[in-house]
Nanobody, 120 residues
């Protein structure tokens, strides 16, 4: 089973930046859809950003222009660069891997999360 380890969370002032990292235990970043989600207690987990093997990306409207998802295949790592952080970005951020198998089979894996707190 694939393990996803996130890092980079912490406390930052509004307007500041953080970079989150996700390194899976298996070499999967280059050939599978990777994503970042976030969740606030009592609320649904929401997609923040997604990157496909071909390089196409998707972003939540609330983070467009401020966040950038990227990957380093050599390091087998996915990043989320977060700039111009707002207090509403405060959440636990989770790395996600959608691993394709034979045919239309997929397996979904989640990291344990890294907390981001943005203060005013």
């Amino acid at each position: 089973q694939v393990q996803l380890v996130e890092s980079g969370g912490g406390l930052v002032q509004a307007g500041g930046s953080l970079r989150l990292s996700c390194t899976p235990s298996e070499r999967i970043v280059s050939s599978n859809v990777m994503a970042w989600y976030r969740q606030v207690p009592g609320k649904q987990r929401e997609l923040v950003a997604r990157i496909a093997p071909g390089g196409s990306t998707n972003y939540a409207d609330s983070v467009k222009g401020r966040f950038t998802i990227s990957r380093d295949n050599a390091k087998n790592t996915v990043y989320l660069q977060m700039n111009s952080l707002k207090t509403e970005d405060t959440a636990v951020y989770y790395c996600n891997a959608d691993i394709r198998g034979l045919g239309r089979s997929h397996q979904n894996y989640w990291g344990q999360g890294t907390a981001v707190t943005v203060s005013s």
